[in-house]
């Protein structure tokens, strides 16, 4: 299931990087995150390194640079949170720039910014050269849980469905004079989204009907099968067996 086009987030293209298998950079992505956690955070040499083995799958990718920096914008938040731990943290105090910080919340810091943001680029890089749908091909074929694939392939399908009845909405209250200017409009908005909620509701309802009127039984359908080669589940664990070594010379 799909919703016809192409995501944002998915730079079409013909890499060595886009022809694997979902499942394998799927597997190789969580691999990756798992040795980047599991590096001490004294190591700053093993963060260089894993970002330079991210930004040689970027090159063989041939995702530019300038992509990757505009979608790190959702970290933003992370980075905020992380910029607050040293003023607020206990322990030990040390002066930079003449503020007042805390030491443990520098260290604390660091490493939410260091593992978060090689975790970030990572799963851009799987976005950028993976489309959605072939996503949730590869975590049927790792045999993640079939109802949390089937609730995200669901999400997928209908999420577009959902923002162009929000933009309908919109323009309705807008062609009757209604602009949202402070809180007392706050009434008119949350009526509107439980309006979209039972829409939305009514039509999940319609679709479940329509599937089991089809034979759903629980279970969806595999039309496009994607199997992997030895050849290709090792090009594709190559990132995270070459952070393992990294990790193993960290200790």
């Known amino acids: 299931m799909g919703a016809g086009h192409h995501h944002q987030l998915y730079l079409p293209g013909d890499s060595v990087v886009h ?3 979902p499942q394998c950079k799927l597997l190789a992505v969580f691999a990756f995150a798992i040795v980047v956690v599991a590096t001490p955070r004294e190591r700053f040499w093993a963060f260089a ?3 330079a083995l991210l930004g040689a799958v970027a090159v063989a990718a041939r995702v530019p640079l300038p992509y990757v920096l505009r979608r790190m914008v959702i ?3 992370f980075v905020l949170f992380a910029f607050l731990i040293p003023v607020i943290g206990l322990g ?4 930079v720039l003449g503020v007042s910080l805390s030491v443990p ?3 604390a810091a660091w490493n939410i910014l260091a593992k978060a943001t090689l975790g970030v680029i990572a799963s851009i890089l799987l976005a950028a050269t993976t489309e959605p749908r072939v996503i949730l091909i590869g975590a049927q ?3 993640l849980p079939a109802l949390l694939v089937q609730i995200a392939m669901f999400m997928l399908r209908y999420m577009d469905v959902i923002v162009d009845e929000m933009r309908r909405m919109r323009v309705a209250r807008e062609s009757r004079g209604f602009v949202a200017r402070d809180l007392r409009h706050v009434p008119v908005i949350a009526r509107s989204a439980g309006a979209l909620f039972i829409r939305s509701y009514e039509r999940g309802e ?3 009907l329509a599937m089991l009127s089809r034979g759903y039984t629980g279970t969806m359908p595999m039309i496009q099968d994607i199997s992997a080669s030895v050849r290709q589940w090792g090009i594709a664990l190559a990132l995270p067996a070459a952070a393992l070594a990294v ?3 960290s200790w």
């Open 19 to 21: 022809r694997l298998p």
């Open 49 to 51: 390194l894993y970002a």
């Open 75 to 77: 970290e933003v938040p």
């Open 92 to 95: 030990d105090r040390t002066t």
């Open 105 to 107: 919340g520098l260290w």
């Open 141 to 143: 074929r790792l045999r």
């Open 206 to 208: 319609r679709v479940h």
């Open 247 to 249: 990790w193993g010379l």
